[in-house]
């Protein structure tokens, strides 16, 4: 299936920009991303659990009836799990679930939206929103049920409507769309071993993400709360001390200039107490090259300010990472650093994760420094995830929307080369090639339990609500504290979130 249109066609709408500032939504849908935002996963006047066996009959019926009937899917992690075969018995009323099933609640939970929604400018919710959501649901199904005939029909005509420039349900939309797209073309037929994404990424398309992502970190406060929090907590530890040493996983994500340690050694150089008497910081990373190019930024950004700083590379990945890489002194003291990195290292036998968390803890630093996307995207069904991850980004790119005119190329660029990549990602890839597993607090803080870890928590509301004064971000984002942990959000979506353990 060729989708070389449909991507030119994007492309183009990113070069011919129009720019009109004052350009508004034409139809003011309550449901493009700020309603979109308030609304829970499920409606919660339903009192539904994710997978619930039944539904009240008062339900009003699914918003769209299915064209098709799914073929009987094969097991796998993307349709069902063993124990809900039932031999193809249907005669138990308290059968467990199939996939078929699961299809059909998540028709008969957004019938429930739709019937909760109240009208805006007559027939425009049911004409454009609600209809855009129904579409990607429905070819989200076709696509788990490998049904290519539907899907791409639905796909035609999804690509009609959710566009790049459009509304910002539209564009959180364009890139779910690619998403499905690039999983359809990658479906094997039933029987088959299960669905895989691209191994490799063009050099073009890194080159755009990184772009981006400077973007991002200019633009979204996300990144820059995890730094501000990351930061405080580091130069908690390191007061008194004469000898410290951060090691940083991942590096500061890829950023081309280590903003989170150039913000840090300001910082210190500011402190009124003594200055540590040596800094080290040590990156860890698959780019040696670039990681030493950062560290030669850094460390003369800190001769300039009189501070001390050595700057070491291990050009490895975090499941290669071993103690004995690190050269740790006497009387130092330690802190790892991980910055949206540790999510990527969560496989389906969990045993990647638990071995790097083992590795830190046997390096017994005082504090590991864990920020990541407060999300649910690594659940075991595709549908499943499938929602989460529209519920999420519909809430950043609802928060782009207000901070940045439709029509402007960076904010274009942020949506489409760094956000879509995580979301094609989320829908498009299974298997080794599904790096972003995002995963909800609640879910960190078990696996940190079970390594051996315990909260520190990070009492720093006052501080951290300051800093978002400070930098100036649009109404609309709030900060909560959960459980010693501090949580970014839009309109109450938790987006990022920032903790702190001790062995």
């Known amino acids: 299936m060729s989708h070389g249109p449909y991507l030119q066609l994007q492309q183009q709408q990113l070069q011919q920009l129009a720019y009109n500032e004052e350009g508004e939504d034409e139809n003011g849908l309550k449901l493009t ?41 094969r097991i796998n992690s993307d349709t069902m799990t063993p124990n809900q075969v039932n031999n193809g018995k249907q005669s138990n009323p308290l059968r467990k679930l199939q996939f078929r099933d699961h299809v059909q609640n998540y028709k008969q939970k957004f019938g429930v939206l739709e019937a909760l929604e109240e009208p805006v400018e007559g027939e425009l919710v049911e004409e454009g929103g609600m209809r855009l959501v129904q579409l990607l649901i429905s070819c989200a199904e076709a696509v788990a049920c490998r049904d290519r005939a539907q899907a791409s029909t639905l796909l035609h005509e999804l690509k009609a409507n959710a566009l790049v420039l459009g509304t910002s349900f539209q564009r959180v939309a364009s890139c779910f769309v690619q998403g499905l797209s690039d999983r359809l073309a990658l479906v094997q037929p039933l029987g088959a071993v299960g669905i895989i994404g691209p191994a490799t990424v063009p050099a073009t398309a890194s080159g755009r993400k990184e772009e981006a992502l400077a973007l991002a970190y200019e633009l979204c406060p996300y990144l820059q709360f995890g730094h ?30 280590g903003h989170q340690w150039r913000k840090l050694i300001d910082s210190l150089a500011d402190r009124t107490s003594p200055r540590p008497r040596r800094i080290r910081i040590t990156g860890v990373g698959a780019q040696g090259d670039r990681l030493k190019a950062i560290g030669n930024e850094l460390e003369f950004c800190a001769q ?30 330690l802190v790892v650093n991980s910055m949206l990195q540790l ?10 994760l638990n071995s790097v968390l083992q590795m830190i803890h ?21 549908l499943g995830r499938f929602m989460e991850a529209l519920h999420y980004y519909s809430a950043i790119f609802d928060s782009l929307d207000a901070m940045l005119p439709r029509y402007d190329t960076k904010r ?10 995580e979301i094609k990602n989320i829908v498009s890839c299974e298997g080794p090639a599904r790096v972003e597993r995002h995963e909800r607090v609640d879910q960190w803080r078990r696996r940190m339990s079970r390594a051996g870890f315990q909260p520190a928590p990070i009492k720093r509301m006052a501080q951290a609500k300051q800093w978002l004064d400070k930098v100036r ?4 984002y709030t900060i909560a504290e959960e459980k010693g942990c501090l949580v970014l959000g839009w309109k109450s979506k938790p987006i990022i979130a920032a903790s702190c353990w001790k062995c």
Not at 315 to 321: M, Q
Not at 343 to 352: I, P, T
Not at 473 to 476: D, I, K, N, S
């Open 304 to 333: 300039k300010l009189g501070i001390n700083l050595e700057f070491f590379v291990i050009e490895r990945n975090l499941e290669n990472f071993s103690p004995e890489d690190l050269e740790l002194e006497e009387g130092e003291v």
């Open 343 to 352: 999510h990527c290292v969560v496989k389906e036998s969990r045993g990647a």
């Open 228 to 257: 501000f929090v990351a930061n405080a907590s580091i130069l908690e530890a390191f007061e008194g001390e004469n000898l410290v040493h951060v090691v940083d996983l991942g590096m500061t994500m890829g950023l081309p200039h």
């Open 412 to 421: 274009a660029k942020v949506e489409q080369f760094y956000f879509a990549e």
């Open 33 to 73: 991303l700020s309603h979109m935002a308030k609304m829970a996963p499920y409606p919660s006047t339903c009192l539904l659990p994710t997978w619930d066996h039944s539904f009240p009959l008062s339900l009003p019926p699914p918003p769209l009836e299915l064209t098709r009937r799914c073929k009987k899917p």
């Open 473 to 476: 971000a649009c109404e609309g």
């Open 362 to 382: 046997e390096l017994s630093p005082r504090v590991l420094v864990l920020v990541e996307q407060d999300a649910s995207h690594n659940g075991p069904f595709f």
